[in-house]
T-cell receptor, first 114, second 116 residues
Framework: DTAVSQTPKYLVTQMGNDKSIKCEQN?????MYWYKQDSKKFLKIMFS???????INETVPNRFSPKSPDKAHLNLHINSLELGDSAVYFC?????????????FGSGTRLTVV | AQKVTQAQTEISVVEKEDVTLDCVYE???????LFWYKQPPSGELVFLIR??????QNEISGRYSWNFQKSTSSFNFTITASQVVDSAVYFC?????????????FGAGTQVVVTP
């Protein structure tokens, strides 16, 4: 059983489209995250939710909207996709907001905007 | 300002050589956590180790070892007797209270290439 699963694994779409990436964790963790890895492999946090409540919201265009229907799910919706949104998006979870027991990452979603 | 510096962009070694990856961090907090992750060519992020700021003991896990030195704000990682399967990008990361807990701040990563 995959601990943190993301779908889809690959997503190719045209500029201007709206797309969603889904994430589910079966670890019983309270906190979930979205990270973005750019073309230079740099990883940066975008959002964090704890028990469905937004706790971290980095400087991200408001075209990106996270949604957490329950603590096991954190989806990422992107409106009006731009070329610069092409990246790998990683979902992660941790047992608490501190993450001192570590973070578990999903396998990533490679988004390509053409 | 970057809080985690991995100055080595790429390191190439021949199999069985040892390789040390440097990580220097910056924080004003007395309580923080440091991590290493491996990202193989398949792309997933694999957790290797977590260390809290109160535990300066070095750690060894098989061919992997870590040297944590608060005096120099460093958390270096050594792979002994490297193997081709060690080829990957390795990330050092910091979690502290300065901005908010739960935010893993990654270094830029070091690409390790191990050739047979």
């Amino acid at each position: 059983d995959t601990a943190v699963s993301q779908t889809p694994k690959y997503l190719v779409t045209q500029m201007g489209n709206d797309k969603s990436i889904k994430c589910e964790q079966n670890l019983g963790h309270d906190t979930m995250y979205w990270y973005k890895q750019d073309s230079k492999k740099f990883l940066k946090i975008m959002f964090s939710y704890n028990n469905k409540e937004l706790i971290i919201n980095e400087t991200v265009p408001n075209r990106f909207s996270p949604k957490s229907p329950d603590k096991a799910h954190l989806n990422l919706h992107i409106n009006s996709l731009e070329l610069g949104d092409s990246a790998v998006y990683f979902c992660a979870s941790s047992q608490d907001t501190v993450g001192y027991r570590g973070y578990t990452f999903g396998s990533g979603t490679r988004l390509t905007v053409v | 300002a970057q809080k985690v510096t991995q100055a080595q962009t790429e390191i190439s070694v021949v199999e069985k050589e040892d390789v040390t990856l440097d990580c220097v961090y910056e924080t004003r907090d007395t309580t923080y956590y440091l991590f290493w992750y491996k990202q193989p060519p398949s792309g997933e992020l694999v957790f290797l180790i977590r260390r809290n700021s109160f535990d300066e003991q070095n750690e060894i896990s098989g061919r992997y070892s870590w040297n944590f030195q608060k005096s120099t704000s460093s958390f270096n990682f050594t792979i002994t007797a490297s193997q081709v399967v060690d080829s990957a990008v390795y990330f050092c990361a910091l979690c502290d209270r300065t901005d908010s807990w739960g935010k893993l701040q990654f270094g830029a990563g070091t690409q390790v290439v191990v050739t047979p």
